[in-house]
């Protein structure tokens, strides 16, 4: 194998495969980059148990400057190879597998020759083929991880919850993921066939990492699912992620349908506050913020505690307060998140009782987005 | 005490003096601020073993906003008390000790009550009485500080040598560092009265902080030293450091003043050169890279070597060659930090043999700054 190609090009396709590359594996080869170069061009690889990363370099886009000498294909220990890579001295660069997987990479007067392995020796990424068509906007999947991801549990001990759970069912896609303290659901109509129906469960890490590797110059993706893995594929780059095995609980019937008190805040005002609240808090063992509603006298105000540092109060700035007065106590840190992924709206809080999960929903629609958090006993 | 203030002004005088204050400190009391409130304004205070900062904000000056209920003193926990004032709601906060320390800090509808201690139980700073004026542009001693700071040693055991040595002498201040495996010296001509004369190791790790706490809106220094302190007064800020005691070895005998092989780089060419060559020295066990100059046939060669990983190779573009050939290993560490020291400039190299250190001038000056390598023996 040996060509010649645009180093910026390269790196940028590097960067995409090596997300997917971990340090950690148990398979001494996965901490490679595989290599292959055709006639149509070059395709890079990265892969970990869970996600593996195709990334693809066209030889008939001129930009890309590819300029093939013989293909062939090679694994390249991803951490040296991608570091050469970004530190070589010219625009250029030029990569010669030689005898006994050594390769040859050159730029400039710089010439590196790195030990490198047999890509046969690469496990073979899984095929995935479906007739059905997934496109999705690649804004509306970002937003979508973004605001249900923070509710995937990270521990181990029950790993169904350290996904998504994602329905596609009469043109409906509804993700959910609950830690089993708080619960994050969000729902998207897609113009879509309304026979194609998909129920999967796909790990947050994966989601997260795909997040990333989405650019913001490709605006759609498309989403092909078989028995046990998921492929993303957005302009040049496919993502694999393994799919997890399982049935997620029933969590619709979490979420409560009534509530005896109600509120509405700017969301970024009150996270603001939660913030300031949350600063004594997280000295205490038990980090609880409370909240005392007071509808008769349309009074909100908030409280923090450490016995060893001190104490907050803060009265909130809030709207259309009704119902019964409450006084209840929650973990800051989750209604941060939850409040986070709100952005700049107006959101609408609605409790039953100081030891039942409260809701928050957009004040604009309620009917697509809900953040749940389960309150904390503190008496 | 009680007192408003404009809260951005007080946020930067505080993380000025938070630079002095260590989580780490064995005592109590100096993991808070001391806050001391006069008619004359108020000063903050933090400090460590080695250092201390104040800042002070006048009274008389309208931008800080300064509102004065009444004069006293506390002192509060540093990282709590920095932390709230950063998310107060409002331009503008008040500050108040009641009984028993407890101080409350209020700002818009948020209201903090943090546990404080008596200021009467803080150390007091050292008191620097001297009558020599010495002041320093800002800009020479930061630059200063930056040169010769990477050969300080971070061993403990020889405590000296964590030290900058200052020798002000004939109106000649000159600053040397050693790890006894590299050496920097800088020297600066100041329009001084001839006959002040010092002689002081001060800690590199203060004079780091020095440096760090050094605004850029500041144009000059004045340095105050006494037996085992020295101060430093910039603007509303007074930083003082304790000096190390002790005999700083004799360096300028180190100093080779003959060689037999000489050349000229631009610093930034080398530095990227040797930056690519330590990618693979890094994961060799002795981390060294090999220069090869062959004066005869003009050339200038680095290799770096991980019999892991690979090799590299590169010829080098250099600038009149001359003297003998010579082949020499060196930790390429020592070089990128001594090669940084010099920015853009074009940087003068003399050999003497492959085993005895070298030297790096700038080609323009090669008076006022050398720095010195010790090569590695790897036959």
Do not use: W
Not at 17 to 40: C, E, F, H, M, N
Not at 127 to 154: F, G, M, R
Not at 165 to 186: I, K, P, Y
């Amino acid at each position: 194998m040996q060509f010649s190609i645009n180093r910026s090009v390269f790196i940028k396709h590097l960067n995409d495969v090596q997300r997917a590359i971990s340090s950690k594996t148990t398979i001494p080869i996965l901490t490679g980059i595989k290599i292959v170069l055709t006639d149509a061009g070059l395709m890079l690889t990265g892969s970990n148990a869970d996600i593996s990363i195709e990334s693809f370099i066209s030889a008939t886009d001129d930009k890309n400057e590819l300029d093939i000498g013989s293909t062939g294909s090679i694994v390249l220990s991803a951490r040296f190879f991608s570091e050469i890579v970004k530190r070589l001295p010219e625009d250029t660069m030029n990569l010669e597998v030689k005898d006994n997987f050594q390769t040859e990479i050159k730029s400039g007067p710089a010439e590196f020759t790195i030990n490198g392995l047999d890509a046969n020796n690469y496990p073979n990424l899984p095929e995935i083929d479906t007739e059905d068509q997934l496109i999705l906007d690649v804004s509306v999947l970002k937003q979508l991880i973004a605001q249900t991801v923070i509710a995937v549990s990270n521990q181990e001990s029950r790993p169904i919850l350290t996904g998504i759970h994602l329905v596609l069912d009469q043109g409906e896609l509804m993700a959910v993921a609950t830690d089993s303290h708080r619960l994050s659901q969000r729902k998207i109509n897609l113009d879509l066939n309304p026979n194609i129906h998909y129920d999967v469960i796909i790990p947050g890490k994966s989601l997260v990492e795909l997040s990333r590797t989405l650019d913001d110059d490709i605006d759609t993706v498309e989403v092909r699912i078989a028995e046990n893995q998921v492929l993303f594929i957005a302009g040049a780059t496919s993502f694999y992620s393994r799919l997890l095995e399982g049935n997620y609980p029933e969590t619709s019937r979490l979420i409560p349908t009534s509530s005896t008190t109600q509120v509405e805040f700017s969301a970024p005002v009150l996270l603001a506050a939660i913030e300031r609240a949350s600063l004594l808090s997280h000295e205490s063992h038990n980090n609880v913020v409370k909240l005392a509603l007071n509808p008769t006298e349309n009074n909100v105000t908030i409280y923090g505690n450490s016995p060893d540092v001190g104490n907050v109060e803060e009265a909130l700035a809030s709207e259309n307060l009704s119902g019964d007065s409450l006084e209840i106590s929650f973990n800051p840190d989750y209604m941060k998140d939850a409040l986070r992924s709100f952005g700049q709206t107006q959101i609408h809080i609605a409790f039953t009782s100081a030891l039942r999960p409260f809701t928050l929903v957009p004040t604009e629609d309620n009917d697509h987005f809900v953040q749940l958090i389960t309150p904390v006993r503190t008496f």
